[in-house]
T-cell receptor, first 117, second 111 residues
Framework: GAVVSQHPSWVICKSGTSVKIECRSL??????MFWYRQFPKQSLMLMATSNEGSKATYEQGVEKDKFLINHASLTLSTLTVTSAHPEDSSFYIC?????????????FGPGTRLLVL | GQQLNQSPQSMFIQEGEDVSMNCTSSSIFNTWLWYKQDPGEGPVLLIA?????ELTSNGRLTAQFGITRKDSFLNISASIPSDVGIYFCAGQPQGAQKLVFGQGTRLTINP
């Protein structure tokens, strides 16, 4: 299947700093990538849809100025958590849209665990 | 908004038993996807379904796209310890790029 990577896999930062998370599609081009947040024992919560070469579309309640998304190439999208606070600590997962011929699907990265102290 | 009702929320079974879980919705979906997530990892795609009535297998896993396009089930036959994890269904509404996720089914297997 298609492979999606994320970097870093985990990060610890001080409150007030910014953190950048990278999402890469390794063996396919992805015009669309998605960023999710997951709290313990809960399902995935979509934060935003990232389209290559255009502005991201944010879900209701997600602050676009706090969670900056850039999708500058067909294989890379980045999520920057600006001025991070402890409540931003979470598991962040990206996915990339993959066209399978008969339809489309999403392949997920391994996730990035963020801890803000 | 659209919601998927996934059941059961959790299952405790003996190794070797068969497993069945399902997702239902009040809305129509064009695509149904089933994922498995291990602790601390991202979801891994198990089966993708694109046509109403479609029945697809992947090893010991079988999934079907309901004929009404509002439901899907996943069966696991002869469970083994590595089947432990959380299984999520996800549906893609018509005309939408994003997925709607179920709440997940946590599978625990007693050896």
């Amino acid at each position: 299947g298609a492979v999606v990577s994320q970097h870093p896999s985990w990060v610890i930062c001080k409150s007030g700093t910014s953190v950048k998370i990278e999402c890469r599609s390794l063996d396919f081009q992805a015009t669309t990538m998605f960023w999710y947040r997951q709290f313990p024992k809960q399902s995935l919560m979509l934060m935003a849809t990232s389209n290559e070469g255009s502005k991201a579309t944010y879900e209701q309640g997600v602050e676009k100025d706090k969670f900056l998304i850039n999708h500058a190439s067909l294989t890379l999208s980045t999520l920057t958590v600006t001025s991070a606070h402890p409540e931003d600590s979470s598991f962040y997962i990206c996915s990339a849209k993959y066209l399978a011929g008969v339809g489309e699907t999403q392949y997920f990265g391994p996730g990035t665990r963020l801890l803000v102290l | 908004g659209q919601q998927l009702n996934q059941s059961p929320q959790s299952m405790f079974i003996q190794e070797g038993e068969d497993v069945s879980m399902n997702c239902t919705s009040s809305s129509i979906f064009n695509t149904w996807l089933w994922y498995k997530q291990d602790p601390g990892e991202g979801p891994v795609l198990l089966i993708a379904l694109y046509k109403a009535g479609e029945l697809t297998s992947n090893g010991r896993l079988t999934a079907q796209f309901g004929i009404t396009r509002k439901d899907s089930f996943l069966n696991i036959s002869a469970s083994i310890p590595s089947d432990v994890g959380i299984y999520f269904c996800a549906g893609q509404p018509q005309g939408a790029q994003k997925l709607v996720f179920g709440q997940g089914t946590r599978l625990t297997i007693n050896p």
